[in-house]
């Protein structure tokens, strides 16, 4: 449905060239959504998706094995869509402190996209409800280190940004000024606290995406703050047990159809276009998760049954491979101090996983090794590489 546009134009005359700005008007939309037997057919299969995960990750026996993995996935998915080039070994590389001839820059902004997402589910794990007060928190820890960290991390911006071209004037899209930030945010604070009315939580993440990329409120990480704003509307609303669905993959997929649609609804107020869109890929990704789940736990299976049957050294082997679930790529010491186990204990057991096929040495040195759950490894990858 073509409502127009979903906000008003001011012109700023500030500047030597005068450029349009764009003032959002609150949520709901109004007209109303018109949700008809498409929409609703949409809608309901990304539910009954998110359903089929839940049911599959509550079957896991340690649902964190694989957390810890998904959230790294979507650092790095998230940080490529913003231009980054790291990858998903990069950043594990870089978490051992082991990381010669990584872009150091690209992980470092993936290493705090990590933390800010962990900090915000931390969060609403302890009751802190998804506010303002978070996303700024959140966006403090995005910036803290690396680029952008002189982008007034943590602060809605105090001057003037936009979308496109090289000044506001030639700019694809110009969001608010600085000084009507402070309504425009309350009004989507209220609108996730369900003022001025009740929304179902699917739509509410649609919604509030959009709302948030159109008022744009940071200086720098709009983007990664905004999809951070669905996994986490996901958790608070508890459509998840565990927060394991991230769109960032299905947005980098479809990157052009992703920000034309978010310029229609601006444009032309065409939010079921894009809700059919945003519903699609909460079926997609879901479906994808999983698939990833279930083919993760199937190699871990082939290869515990592998392991138990390697004699005496099998007991130690078991405990590192439980490691190496979470974090497949690890040195020796590294092994050694999450297993707990000697170094001759850990070394034999890495050994014997090496000549088991299980695992390979990815170095070629004879010092500083790093050994890599490969075929582990190489299902989370999937669409991460750059």
């Known amino acids: 449905m073509k409502r127009g546009p979903t906000g008003r134009y001011l012109i700023d005359r500030r500047t030597e060239e005068p450029c349009k700005i764009f003032l959002p008007n609150p949520l709901p939309p109004a007209p109303p959504l018109q949700i008809d037997a498409s929409l609703r057919e949409d809608y309901d299969t990304a539910l009954l998706s998110l359903g089929r995960l839940d049911s599959v990750t509550m079957l896991l026996p340690d649902t964190d094995i694989f957390l810890y993995m998904y959230v790294r996935k979507e650092a790095v998915l998230s940080s490529q869509i913003e231009g980054t080039q790291s990858s998903l070994s990069d950043l594990l590389l870089f978490e051992l402190e082991e990381a010669p001839g990584v872009p150091l820059d690209d992980v470092v902004e993936v290493s705090n996209y990590v933390a800010a997402l962990n900090h915000g589910l931390k969060r609403l794990n302890e009751g802190f409800p998804l506010s303002n007060r978070l996303i700024r928190e959140i966006h403090g820890i995005l ?212 000549d088991a096929g299980i695992i390979e040495e990815i170095t070629g040195k004879k010092r500083n090794r790093i050994f890599c759950y490969k075929e582990y490894l190489a299902v989370l990858n999937m669409g991460t590489e750059v």
């Open 143 to 354: 910036l803290a280190k690396g680029r952008g960290s002189d982008k007034e991390p943590g602060q809605f911006r105090r001057s003037q940004n936009w979308i496109g071209g090289s000044r506001p004037g030639n700019a694809l899209f110009v969001p608010p000024p600085p000084e009507h930030l402070d309504e425009a945010m309350a009004m989507l604070e209220k609108f996730l606290h369900d003022i001025p009315e009740r929304t179902a939580a699917l739509l509410k993440c649609a919604l509030a995406h959009v709302q948030f990329e159109t008022i744009h409120p940071f200086l720098d990480g709009n983007g990664r703050i905004g999809r951070l704003l669905v996994a986490l509307l996901l958790a608070e609303e508890k459509v998840l047990h565990r927060p394991l669905l991230y769109l960032s993959l299905y947005f980098k997929q479809h990157r052009t159809r992703y920000y034309d649609l978010l310029q229609k609804v601006r444009l032309e107020g065409d939010w079921e276009e894009w809700l059919h869109f945003f519903f699609t890929g909460i079926r997609e990704i879901a479906e994808g998760a999983v698939l990833t789940v279930q083919k993760l736990s199937e190699i871990a299976d082939s290869d515990r049954r592998k392991i138990e049957g390697l004699g005496r050294v099998s007991s130690s082997a078991l405990r590192v491979h439980r490691v190496l679930q979470r974090r497949p790529l690890g040195s020796i010491p590294f092994l050694g101090k999450e297993t707990v186990l000697s170094p001759p204990t850990v070394t034999k057991a890495v050994l014997a996983l090496r």
